[in-house]
């Protein structure tokens, strides 16, 4: 069965300071991959997806996320943090078959941005 | 502004209370979909319904019942509930089932405090 691990509950950045958040998944192939931001009091929009080809997937709001097979990583990068960007942050992983219904998240990081 | 449009955006009721969740989406999408958030677990899927076909029921208890009377609306009828199912509950739909052309858009959520 496939799973995804974030394995930072909580992370706090300075405004400006770069930043990674890291997603680790467990699945047998090349899954569908997926960062979601949750602004407080909002759903889930989606910041980029991976499914084939580049491994370096450029998403909205300047984020990026690199999928790394021997490492079964898809961590979430944005070189300099705005307090905009304060929100959670969820990675999901799915099957290339199998629609929604397959999809799995993660729990979530939730970022903080000092002034 | 979202195009998914859930209401009320909060609601307190008692455990023998028969309450309603309504989702209505503008966007002209096929699947509409229940999911249950709580804190520090994964975003679960109750729910799916692809062109108002029940699809999907993950194993959800039966004192909740879903009702999708066209593609635009998604109702979650609610009766005798329980403490534990306090939560943020996110309505969320796509023009199809298919992940890779079809983001989820979700809407911002009823929290629902089950006293």
């Known amino acids: 069965a496939q799973s995804v691990t974030q394995p930072d509950i909580h992370i706090t950045v300075s405004e400006g300071a770069s930043l990674e958040l890291r997603c680790n998944y467990s699945?047998?192939?090349?899954?569908?991959l997926f960062w979601y931001v949750q602004s407080p009091g909002q759903g889930l929009q989606l910041l980029l997806k991976?499914?084939?080809?580049?491994?370096l997937v450029q998403g909205i709001k300047g984020f990026e996320a690199e999928f790394k097979r021997s490492q079964s990583s898809f961590n979430l990068r944005k070189p300099s943090v705005h307090w905009s960007d304060a929100a959670e942050y969820f990675c999901?992983?799915?099957?290339?078959?199998?629609?929604?219904?397959?999809?799995?998240f993660g729990t979530g990081t939730k970022l903080q941005v000092i002034p | 502004e979202t195009g998914v449009t859930q209401t009320p955006r909060h609601l307190v009721m008692g455990m023998t209370n028969k309450k309603s969740l309504k989702c209505e989406q503008h966007l002209g999408h096929n699947a509409m979909y229940w999911y249950k958030q709580s804190a520090k677990k994964p975003l679960e899927l109750m729910f799916v319904y692809n062109f108002k076909e029940q699809t999907e029921n993950n194993s959800v208890p039966s004192r909740f019942s879903p009702e999708c009377p066209n593609s635009s609306h998604l109702f979650l009828h609610l009766h005798t509930l329980q403490p534990e199912d306090s939560a943020l509950y996110l309505c969320a739909s796509s023009q199809d089932w298919d992940p890779v052309n079809s983001p989820l858009h979700f809407g911002n959520g009823t929290r629902l405090t089950v006293t």
């Open positions: 699945y047998g192939a090349t899954p569908y």
């Open positions: 999901a992983v799915g099957p290339p078959s199998g629609g929604y219904q397959k999809v799995t």
């Open positions: 991976y499914f084939s080809g580049d491994t």
